[in-house]
Each structure stands twice: as C-alpha cells, then as structure tokens.
C-alpha cells in the first residue's frame, strides 16, 4: 500500500503541475478593444485586431468610451449629452445619465465614471449621481487618472494639459510646445503619459510626458509623427500603444514601446475613442479534467487506506 500510495502521489504531483501549467496558460488575460465608430457604433476587437464586431449600436455620434471592472461598457454621446451603459456582453445601451451639456470624454477611476463636459469634469458615482470634480474647463477631449489619483487631462481648443489633485479641485494648466490640439491620453506602467496630439487638425504626433521619481514632467518630447489624426489612444498592460486614426484609411494603429508601428485594425467609417479591458478566459477542458482526476484519486486513496 505505501509502494502504491507513493506512485498515487508521484503521479497526482504531475498531473498537478499538468493542471497548474493549463489554468496559468488559461488564466493569462485576453484584452479585448472597444471603439466608438462615427457611424454610431461601439465595436470591438480581439487581441489581434482583424475586423470589427458590433457590439452596440444606435447612437448619434459616440465618442468618449470607458469600461468598468464588470466589463459594462460606457459611452458618451456629446450630440445630446447622454451617457449610455451597455451591459457586460454587448447590446442597446440603457440611459446612465444626461449631463445637460454634452460630454466627449469618459475615464473610470476607483469605481466612479467621470465625464468631460463643456465647462467643467464630472463625477458619477454608480447610481449616475454627478458632482462637480473639477471646475472652469472646456473642450476636454482626452482625460486619464496616473496611479496616485491625480487626474490629467486637455483643452483642445488652448492646447493646454492640466492636473487635478486627488479627490478634486481647482485645475493646474501648463503648456508644451509638442502640444497644440491634443485629444486622447494614457499612462503607462512607468507613469509615462502619452497623447494624442493633432488629431482634429490634419496631422499629427504622439506626445510622451516622462515621470521622474514619481513626478510627471511638464516638458515633453515627441514619442513618434507617423500617425495621420490621431484622435483616441489607449495602452495595454505591456504598454504597446493603440491610437485611431481619423485621416486616410481610419486606421488603429499600434506601436510598441520602442516606437515600432503596426497596422492593428481599420474601422468601419471614422475611429473615435477606444478603450481596453481585460477578460479572463474560462480555465479549459483539460485543466477541468485534470482537477478532477486528482479528486477522484484523493478519494479512492483515502477508502484503500
């Protein structure tokens, strides 16, 4: 009984690490694109871009998109101010919330929805009440929270980034020369923060903001100008980043760190904002199999002993 008790557990360790091996290649996460299309659609994307899916449809003109942790989709139609919910899985988007003044940029942060509207950023908690976050601004196309609350964002129409300090308040505005009509932004995993410059003006550029012991530095440099409008941006968790393009063919483009570009997808009619989330797969059949035939054996062993 020992001699085959010793084989059960040599055997059970392998089909352990077997089963570990399956869940960890299973539980690697699966990013999955949302972008808001002209045409007045939300599409998405796989990992490795290829054609569209609709995903929502029925809008006016989509722009300013966000995902919360449940994968519910949000997304802003600034022709009549509303902010719709599409449940986690795609269809009609429900009401959220009508700003009164229309909104053009969504960000999730902490659990709340925030919203750039015509003069100043709101706060919704998850019922859709709004509260004032941050006061005097307009035109904010572009908007992104770095990992100590503080939320960045943009004014078109100046050209101006500006910072608001946790929890709210007052804008800080500073200038760059790189910068003239910025619209979507992003950090990466090194609290770099990248922008979408030029996009509604016929040319454009990607603008790196480099953090330096934790403080973003307001004097930037030109990260890449092979991008024709870039309007939206986002950057995933290896910190390639995907910019819609509004010029020439309405590409998503994708570069990588190193500034390498790549053709990752092309919208259907005019690329707005886009958005990443992540979705774990469900573990496999055979990680499942697996599991269960260590189970089993536990038991029979446990009844011979």
Request: aromatic share 12%; with cysteine.
């Amino acid at each position: 009984m020992k001699i085959l008790s010793t084989v059960y557990h040599l055997s059970t360790a392998a089909i352990l690490f077997g089963a570990f091996s399956c869940f960890a290649s299973q539980s690697v996460q699966a990013q999955i694109f949302y972008v808001t299309d002209s045409n007045g659609l939300v599409n998405t994307y796989g990992a490795s871009g290829g054609s569209p899916t609709t995903y929502s449809s029925g809008y006016s003109y989509p722009t300013g998109i966000a995902v919360d942790s449940a994968n519910d989709v949000f997304v802003a139609d600034p022709s009549n101010g509303n902010i719709y919910e599409i449940p986690s899985g795609g269809g009609p988007g429900t009401l959220f919330a009508s700003t009164g003044a229309g909104a053009d940029v969504l960000s999730f942060y902490d659990g709340n929805l925030y919203a750039g509207i015509n003069n100043a950023v709101l706060k919704y908690d998850s019922s859709g009440v709004a509260t004032t976050y941050a006061p005097g601004l307009y035109s904010t196309f572009g908007m992104a929270f770095n990992q100590s609350g503080v939320l960045f964002g943009e004014m078109y129409a100046s050209g101006s980034i500006y910072s608001v300090p946790t929890g709210g308040g007052a804008p800080t505005f500073f200038s760059s020369s790189n910068i003239n009509n910025p619209a979507g932004m992003a950090f990466d995993s090194n609290g770099d923060l990248f922008v979408a410059n030029g996009g509604f003006s016929g040319s454009g550029s990607i603008v790196e903001f480099a953090s330096v012991g934790g403080v973003l530095s307001t004097t930037s440099t030109i990260f890449t100008t092979n991008v024709n409008n870039p309007i939206g941006l986002a950057i995933d968790s290896q910190n390639n980043i995907y910019v819609t393009s509004a010029g020439g063919s309405n590409e998503i483009y994708e570069f990588t760190p190193a500034g390498v570009r790549s053709n990752f997808a092309s919208s259907e009619s005019g690329g707005q904002y886009i958005a990443i989330a992540a979705s774990t797969p469900e573990p496999s059949t055979w990680a499942l199999l697996a599991l269960s035939a260590i189970a089993l054996g536990t038991l029979r062993l446990r009844r011979r002993a």
